[in-house]
């Protein structure tokens, strides 16, 4: 399964087994009880610490988004920003999408030759997605 987050697609395998085999503190059967508040609560917090962790962390991006989408179920895309003037976790603004698979292999081709941007994430994917899967 392909997933993008933020800027950086990744490709997540089964979301399930990707979060859970994840090197992570958390023991797996906490990962299980998780739902989605939880787990977005989990994205806020990291985001708000690592504003840059689809690019610095990868390894760390990759279990938020296996998280995500095992947890919801549907999401293959996630929109994480820390603003600047944020204060808590609460302030990192979250948006989720459906995403088709063609546009996913679409910016993951373009991510491939060193020219997927912010802005081509924007223009493919955030200025598109539907407000109701904003968390």
């Given at each position: 399964?392909l997933?993008?987050f933020?800027?950086?697609?990744?490709?997540?395998?089964?979301?399930?087994?990707?979060?859970?085999?994840?090197?992570?503190?958390?023991?797996?059967?906490?990962?299980?009880?998780f739902?989605?508040a939880?787990?977005?609560k989990?994205?806020?917090e990291?985001i708000?610490?690592?504003p840059?962790?689809?690019?610095?962390?990868p390894?760390k991006?990759?279990?938020?988004?296996?998280?995500v989408?095992w947890?919801?179920g549907?999401?293959?895309?996630?929109?994480?920003v820390?603003?600047?003037?944020?204060?808590?976790?609460?302030?990192?603004?979250?948006?989720?999408?459906?995403?088709?698979?063609?546009?996913?292999?679409?910016?993951?081709?373009?991510?491939?030759?060193?020219?997927?941007?912010?802005?081509a994430?924007?223009?493919?994917?955030?200025?598109h997605?539907?407000?109701?899967?904003?968390?």
């Amino acid at each position: 399964m392909l997933f993008l987050f933020n800027d950086v697609v990744f490709d997540v395998g089964d979301p399930r087994e990707a979060a859970l085999s994840a090197h992570t503190p958390l023991d797996p059967a906490v990962l299980k009880s998780f739902n989605v508040a939880k787990t977005i609560k989990l994205v806020r917090e990291t985001i708000f610490e690592f504003p840059e962790i689809a690019r610095e962390r990868p390894d760390k991006a990759l279990f938020l988004s296996a998280m995500v989408a095992w947890k919801t179920g549907e999401a293959n895309a996630m929109l994480a920003v820390r603003p600047t003037a944020a204060r808590t976790p609460r302030d990192v603004q979250i948006r989720l999408a459906d995403v088709s698979i063609v546009t996913l292999a679409q910016l993951r081709e373009l991510q491939g030759g060193g020219r997927l941007t912010a802005r081509a994430a924007n223009d493919a994917v955030w200025d598109h997605a539907p407000q109701r899967l904003q968390a």
